[in-house]
């Protein structure tokens, strides 16, 4: 396999404080929203944590982030298409790609994870990842396979990635008043659509990168494939996620409006990823009447944000 050679990326706190006030999920009615131009997406460079928490991924994860938005950035996205390019799964095999080098938000998280296995098993020489679950389980949709739950199936007690890592013994949950950058988020629009992504940070109204958890957030970046099929206009990118009780307040950078917070993991899910000696090797069974194969919601899906 390719040694991936990709530079350090420090990760940036986040602290536990008081969720939100005055907002509730029955008053989710929103005037018109104004449209507004604004430019691209800029990045906010990652940096390396000296002593990233051993019990955790997400180190790695944001050095996929960072790999992927370097090398497969804004190449378009299409709810028909899965991966940007084929992924080699060790001595397994490899995933193929559906339509390279369009992807679509939930392919986006477990590429993210893949790409990740791979910086990870090239840095330490540990390709034990790739024997705790079998390249089948990136590829099919049952109850026992990892990406029919990371695609979000409410038979299989799945509502996001989070929900996914969990059920497969490689996760923990985390409130989102918690989340560090590299954890795992789906979100929900009053809208009645959702997406699937990565956290990257805290945001004020204004768009500013927050150290933590506070009264000044009202949303957060993040990084998943979004946007138009046309390269440059959609595909791995940034966005600024921001609650709708906070209005869609103008920010130099393309937001994602109408997210609803809430406490509920059903609406917005949160969690983290373990680092692989903490993988508790609890996976869902198939035994009795299965649920039904997930199958992929392509209108809740749909890809656009409010800048696109």
């Not at 906010?44 to 928490?53: F, G, K």
């Not at 893949?114 to 390249?135: C, H, N, R």
């Amino acid at each position: 396999m390719t040694r991936l050679i990709l530079p350090l990326l420090l990760l940036l706190p986040a602290a536990a404080v008081a969720a939100p006030q005055g907002f509730a999920l029955e008053r989710l009615a929103l005037p018109q929203l104004r449209s507004a131009a604004v430019p691209a997406s800029v990045p906010v460079p990652l940096r390396a944590d000296p002593q990233p928490e051993p019990r955790y991924f997400n180190a790695y994860i944001l050095k996929a982030v960072d790999y992927l938005y370097t090398n497969f950035g804004k190449l378009g996205y299409d709810i028909n298409s899965i991966l940007t390019h084929d992924i080699e799964y060790y001595k397994y095999g490899t995933i193929p790609a559906r339509h390279p080098p369009l992807t679509m938000c939930v392919a986006a998280q477990m590429e993210v994870i893949l790409t990740a296995f791979q910086i990870y098993a090239g840095e330490t020489g540990d390709y034990s990842v790739y024997d705790y679950l079998p390249k089948s389980s990136f590829e099919g949709l049952a109850i026992t396979d990892i990406k029919g739950h990371i695609w979000v199936n409410h038979a299989f007690h799945s509502d996001g990635t989070a929900d996914a890592l969990i059920n497969f013994g490689m996760g923990e949950r985390r409130p989102f008043q918690q989340l560090k950058p590299g954890d795992f988020v789906n979100i929900n629009r009053t809208t009645k659509t959702g997406h699937a992504v990565t956290f990257l940070g805290y945001i004020s109204g204004t768009g500013k990168m927050l150290p933590e958890y506070g009264p000044d957030v009202v949303g957060f970046k993040y990084f998943s494939s979004q946007g138009r099929k046309e390269a440059g206009k959609g595909g791995f990118d940034y966005r600024y996620a921001v609650f709708s009780q906070y209005g869609c307040p103008a920010m130099p950078y393309l937001r994602d409006c109408d997210v609803i917070y809430s406490e509920n993991q059903t609406y917005l899910n949160t969690g983290t990823m373990l680092s692989p000696a903490y993988w508790t090797g609890e996976k869902p069974q198939a035994a009795g009447e299965l649920p039904a194969e997930t199958t992929l919601d392509r209108g809740y899906f749909n890809g656009l944000t409010t800048d696109d």
